[in-house]
């Protein structure tokens, strides 16, 4: 049973945006001086339980609904009564309706003019969200809901460390459903089997579902091998989790130079120096990658999407590979431009670094602002976008990161120069217990226990 009773929600749901959410934060350029959010109680108990169109076709209303119920949920419910308020079977067909978008669409994702891209469009791209709902309902309100003019691209990390990433994930899932050709998800890192089992996705969703727990988990499981790897905006603009990737290199065999040719990852050079040196890859080479996996591989023959979800860029020239993380690569100043010159790009946009990562890097810049410049090259910039503020949000120091968060808009004509948003976390947030060991758990992704990470599909699969 529900702590706070449904039978009162009797009030109609809000009819536009400055109606909607009571908590309130403030959105500002990067050079000017924010506000600090003044949020207020809500007085609306939204319609509960959510239940599924009886024509399976989603509204701006519904899922403006969910939104409402999963923000009154977070602060008057307990976490194991969110089955009373989105239950399973509305949970299943959800994720089922977006999984079948998801899983058609190619690794790598166009927007441009064949999508509805024109003259009267804007583009919101988004970094890092980690759970975060409060912020990203302010997000969404602050730079206006998707729309026929209104674009998004979320660059993945949905879920893992703050406490509420069932319910960032599934209402994005809604709005793709709604707006297919509007909004666009790309994977991170954390939707994978390896990172949710440590950093806190896996046990919320079993404690929120109970008995249900593994069903619903293993259905988000497999809705993550559908996320896309990265997007290719008005032909100027990449983005991807992680950032770029090696290429393949194909060998002939001994038998015959014409057939049975073998494709060669560049991995483990360190260990064998014989073996030919990285090289950047190719959009082409992207686009036949496998990307339904559970766990991105770390060695063998697909690491193109290990790469482009764990890579992180470096101002040494050249590529190597990722030792701090034990997966990806490290990429230069010369490898952006190379990547931008060959496909006449401008911009390069990824996450995957927030503040606690780069506090260890000092090579490149804090995460203040919610976003860094890593590169300028001839050919244009690499840019990382992390847009959970306050991240994350359990610490185990007294002294906080205290970050903004932010996110970039991009306009015509061009959609290739980078409008940053910056914006504090919304405050105070519900009080709720973590999901994972906050205190003992590696704070960025480091020197990941690989053994433990699932190489197929296949393998390992959670029960139902």
């Not at 259905?219 to 991807?240: Q, R």
């Not at 606690?356 to 890593?374: E, S, V, W």
């Not at 050919?379 to 903004?404: C, M, V, W």
Request: with cysteine; net charge negative; glycine share 8%.
């Amino acid at each position: 049973m529900l702590s706070s009773p449904p039978a009162a929600a009797t009030a109609a749901p809000p009819s536009s945006d400055e109606d909607f959410f009571s908590t309130a934060s403030t959105s500002t350029s990067s050079d000017s001086k924010p506000t600090s959010p003044c949020p207020t109680a809500s007085s609306q108990i939204p319609q509960i339980p959510i239940t599924w169109p009886d024509d399976g076709a989603l509204t701006v209303s519904w899922v403006t609904d969910l939104m409402q119920a999963f923000e009154w949920a977070s602060r008057a419910t307990i976490p194991s009564e969110l089955p009373s308020v989105l239950p399973v079977a509305v949970f299943d067909k959800l994720v089922l309706a977006a999984s079948k978008i998801l899983h058609k669409e190619p690794n790598c994702v166009k927007i441009d003019g064949d999508c509805g891209l024109d003259s009267d469009s804007r583009i919101v791209v988004v970094g890092d969200v980690h759970g975060q709902l409060h912020d990203v309902l302010f997000l969404l309100r602050d730079s206006g809901y998707p729309d026929h003019n209104r674009f998004y691209v979320f660059n993945g990390d949905y879920v893992d460390r703050g406490a509420w990433g069932l319910e960032v994930f599934l209402l994005l899932l809604a709005w793709k459903v709604l707006m297919p050709q509007r909004v666009y998800l790309l994977r991170g890192n954390h939707e994978s089997k390896y990172c949710t089992s440590v950093y806190g996705f896996e046990k919320e969703v079993l404690v929120k579902y109970g008995d249900s727990g593994k069903h619903v988990y293993r259905k988000c499981l497999g809705c993550f091998e559908g996320l896309p790897l990265a997007s290719i905006i008005a032909g100027k603009v990449y983005t991807a989790h992680g950032g770029l990737f090696r290429g393949t290199v194909v060998t002939p065999s001994k038998r015959s130079r014409k057939k049975n040719r073998k494709v060669v990852h560049n991995n483990n050079i360190n260990n064998n120096p014989e073996m030919i040196s990285l090289s950047l890859g190719s959009l082409e080479e992207l686009a036949k990658a496998r990307r339904s996996v559970l766990d991105p591989p770390w060695e063998g023959q697909n690491l193109i999407p290990g790469d482009v979800l764990w890579s992180d860029p470096s101002m040494s020239p050249g590529l190597s590979p990722n030792k701090e993380r034990g997966i990806g690569l490290l990429w230069g100043p010369d490898c952006t431009e190379q990547f931008l010159n060959k496909y006449n790009l401008k911009l390069i946009i990824r996450s995957h670094e927030g503040p606690d990562a780069r506090d260890k890097r000092a090579d490149l810049g804090g995460m203040d602002l919610g976003y860094t410049i890593d590169h300028i090259v001839e050919s244009g910039k690499l840019i990382t976008l992390f847009s959970a503020p306050d991240y994350p949000q359990f610490q185990a120091t007294e002294e906080r990161h205290r970050n903004k968060g932010a996110y970039i808009v991009l306009e015509p004509p061009h959609f290739d120069t980078p409008i940053f948003r910056s914006f504090e976390a919304v405050t105070p947030r519900p009080k709720v217990n973590p999901y994972y060991d906050f205190e003992d758990v590696i704070d960025s992704d480091e020197e990941l226990d690989l053994v433990s990470m699932v190489p197929d599909s296949g393998v390992q699969q959670p029960a139902a």
